[in-house]
DNA sequence: CTGAAAGCGCTTACAG
DNA sequence: CTGAAAGCGCTTACAG
């Protein structure tokens, strides 16, 4: 038997007996005042008896728009993305965008083939706009999370408004020799992370990790081992800190008596363990790199917002009730750099 | 300064001196023994001096087809998907196809719109087949971790097989009085878990949550609190288990001593904690059911595989070293239902 | 109120 | 070896 093709707008002007132009007229919506209500039914119930969708790539093709972005990311395994998923999507779907994901896992090795859709824009999250160069055709662009040097918007936290209140909480707790468990991947958001911390606390340890439980384990090890342990270990994101804190007592150590961990994101996994980390609202970094470009679509010059963070301040290096506090500048609801 | 269009074939051929037929032959790749080598060069270097990428709506409408596949997926916030897409992207990637996700979050209330793209076809997971049927339009579909009633092919994890070395597992360990935290969420894979529960356990007692760790500990809470208090909380996800363990630590019990408890998917979170429960092979049940989506596609019937899972024991059911257990079947890589 | 026609940018027979 | 032409299925002026 041979595949049926799918119904067309011809078949259905055939099914009501008017033209084809009329079944689009109607279906799009446009048609009042200009076709017949009678008419306008007939091609309704005759669409939905033969199961009528409009072709995508047709309208596509036609429109010379698709009213789909693409939202690219380093790797899907990190809930972080997930949230900046969300704040995109509901901000697409209000201006009647669908947002659909790509990402090149890592784990697939072999040639970057971008993806095969026609799309109208596109944001890419933590990675470097070069990365970007394998896409098949160039669209309308916003960086999230990524160096703001490039030629693209882009849509930042205020990371090193973050470390200097994360910094300033362990001083204020009396920790002098600190450790940096940074992430082992070569892209701004950790350098960025990495130079903060070197300029408040020059001294810092630094081991490299591959961003897991396990390697952050490894990396937390090499540094609680050194003759002059660090007192408090900074962990680039949350799941090195758990690997922190698994080194902790694997060394039969206290956090936060002996040791202080902290991380970054705030997911799932640092609720969970009580880690102290700086909340990263990745929700609203997705929502508004939308904004940013939809500005962009319609011609005009997007902001480049910094998103003020805050330190959630948990167990690991406070026993005490979890509080939190701000990142300094309350009285803005975020700034913004050209 | 108007927005200038993207240059196509036709601009590529006026700037080689060639016709556009010529320029789509060479830039397919199909044109040796049909177009001499220096005009194909003269195409490739317009082509690359133009910045020329062919445009995928045109090649979509006129091949009918995209070569995409697109994820369906109920929430993108679980890491659960995160192994799904994986194993469904490379086995997409090996054969010329690419894969996004789409989600149309719960968070997002407002009418379900399907995505704008064309796609060849559609992997959903863990859903109501039934859901799907406000998408764009009907296209090749495999269901995932769903109801095998439907009309589409599906991949499914052998559940009943992991409820039976589960409660085997606590069984073995003296559990007698057995609660169930489960999703509150009405899709197959929770009536599933309940159903393969209350059969080995028929004075299972059951508290329902959503799907987080706040309302895993309150449902625990409630159970915990029982007079007959149970010995055992089997969750139907490791989200879940996270709230029943801090429930127990709210409540003073020892984890596994007064009260032992297990989870479901095996994600980082479970790890991470060291809470005993079900791996569930998430990218394994991508990389199938990709290939029966290519079956499909190809006019062969697919399997619909049924995939092993395991029980892996931690520390919140039994104190002592980690250690796992096969389900079953270990003579065959998985078994298949028709 | 309705229909015939153009055209979006490709790929692929077909003609030369 | 190369080009002119058809056609994928839409939307939207345009003509009547």
């Not at 910094?306 to 509080?323: H, K």
């Not at 500048?329 to 975020?334: K, L, P």
Request: proline fraction near 8%.
């Amino acid at each position: 038997m041979p595949a049926e093709t799918p119904p067309t707008s011809k078949d259905v002007a055939a099914a009501a007996g008017v033209s084809q132009s009329t079944v689009s007229m109607v279906l799009s919506g446009k048609w009042p005042g200009r076709v017949s209500a009678s008419t306008a039914q007939k091609v309704r119930d005759a669409a939905e008896r033969l199961g009528y969708r409009p072709n995508p790539a047709a309208r596509n093709l036609r429109l010379g728009r698709t009213r789909t972005i693409m939202l690219v990311t380093p790797t899907i395994t990190a809930p972080f993305f997930s949230s900046v998923y969300i704040g995109a999507a509901r901000v697409a779907a209000e201006h009647g965008f669908s947002l659909v994901v790509f990402t090149w896992p890592l784990e697939l090795d072999g040639p970057f083939n971008g993806p095969h859709e026609a799309i109208d824009g596109m944001l890419a999250s933590s990675m470097a706009e070069a990365s970007l160069a394998g896409m098949r055709r160039p669209v309308p662009l916003v960086m999230l999370d990524s160096d703001p040097g490039g030629a693209a918007p882009t849509v930042n936290f205020d990371i090193d408004g973050a470390m200097h209140d994360l910094t300033g909480h362990l001083f204020a707790l009396g920790h002098r020799r600190i450790g940096h468990v940074a992430a082992d991947i070569d892209v701004w958001t950790f350098q960025c992370r990495a130079a903060a911390l070197e300029a408040r606390v020059p001294d810092v340890v630094t081991e490299r990790a591959a961003i897991s439980i396990t390697t952050g384990f490894e990396a937390a090890m090499r540094l609680l081992s050194r003759p002059d342990r660090p007192t408090a270990l900074v962990c680039d994101d949350d799941t090195l800190a758990v690997g922190a804190h698994k080194a902790a007592q694997a060394l039969g150590l206290d956090v936060p008596g002996d040791v202080a961990i902290t991380g970054f994101d705030d997911v799932l996994l640092a609720e969970a363990l009580e880690i102290t980390t700086v909340r990263l609202p990745a929700e609203q970094l997705g929502a508004r790199a939308m904004l940013a470009l939809l500005d962009l679509l319609n011609g005009r010059t997007p902001p480049r917002p910094v998103l003020p963070t805050e330190v959630v301040i948990r167990r690991s290096t406070s026993p005490t009730a979890p509080l939190t506090i701000e990142t300094g500048h309350a009285d803005t609801a975020d700034r913004t750099v050209s």
